[in-house]
């Protein structure tokens, strides 16, 4: 495919999450920029993929499914929903209105128009990727909550980068993650930190948009909330391979409440 041909498919989506590297220079115009993307997959410490069978909950427009199909995993497979069923132009748009005028969003598979399942609008961006990159990256669409895990099988290695967080039942989800996952699941989400209490587990609840004022935000643990649950769970043991804690001296010394982004191994 020329360079050409890329630039034609990537213009023909109308919004972009990843900026992801589709060869020749050509770098979708993703709200993430590649160098956080690069950085957010450096701070996840992935294994050594090859050989390994990796499933990606919550894919958005690929690029952590990308990356480790390239990495030489044996066999990758993307799940999404939310993601893929919304018309994310429209969805970002509303969610931008709301927030300059100061009112919390209705949740977004509940505005007209936004919320499609059937022609999946938001899945244009990796299906894109997926034909220039010529990719062997398996899709399954389904809500990871609900799906039957029969179906879906076991992994070797398992993300589960941005999505606990927004979950109304993490718990359960942690269960669910433990049940497909052979050897370890990366976790990523957002945390908080709460100075005189690391040793307590605890977890955040937000009733609306307190969160970077997204009404699709639920819950936060912190270090130790999460390990716990993750034990309880049934991951025998977990590991932060991000920067802990989060460095604000000020806000530590006047034992305020930090929000930062939180990256867990947890092993089987």
């Not at 069978?53 to 939310?82: K, M, N, Q």
């Not at 936060?220 to 604000?248: E, H, I, M, Q, W």
Request: include cysteine; glycine fraction near 6%; aromatic fraction near 12%.
């Amino acid at each position: 495919m020329t360079r050409d041909e890329k630039l034609q498919l990537i213009d023909k989506v109308p919004f972009w999450f990843h900026s992801i590297d589709c060869g020749d220079g050509v770098i979708t115009d993703g709200v993430k920029p590649l160098a956080i993307l690069q950085q957010e997959l450096a701070a996840m410490a992935v294994p050594r993929l090859a050989g390994k069978t990796v499933l990606d909950i919550g894919a958005w427009d690929g690029f952590f499914s990308f990356a480790a199909e390239e990495s030489g995993a044996e066999r990758v497979t993307a799940l999404d929903h939310y993601v893929w069923s919304m018309d994310l132009e429209r969805q970002q748009r509303y969610w931008k209105a709301c927030r300059e005028q100061g009112v919390p969003p209705t949740p977004y598979h509940l505005v007209p128009g936004h919320w499609d399942p059937g022609t999946l609008p938001g899945k244009r961006a990796f299906d894109t990727v997926h034909r220039i990159k010529r990719s062997s990256v398996e899709q399954v669409v389904a809500d990871f909550m609900t799906v039957d895990l029969v179906e879906v099988g076991q992994f070797d290695v398992v993300y589960f980068l941005g999505v606990l967080y927004h979950l109304e039942e993490p718990y359960k989800a942690l269960k669910r993650l433990s049940l497909i996952t052979r050897e370890v699941a990366i976790i990523e989400t957002a945390a908080v930190f709460l100075p005189p209490h690391e040793d307590v587990g605890i977890f955040e609840f937000y009733e609306s948009n307190e969160l970077a004022a997204d009404v699709g935000n639920w819950f936060a643990p912190n270090a130790a909330g999460l390990a716990k649950a993750c034990r309880a769970a049934g991951f025998r043991g977990v590991n932060v391979t991000s920067t802990y804690p989060p460095v604000d001296a000020t806000a530590a010394s006047a034992q305020q409440v930090q929000r930062y982004r939180l990256t867990v191994h947890a092993y089987k």
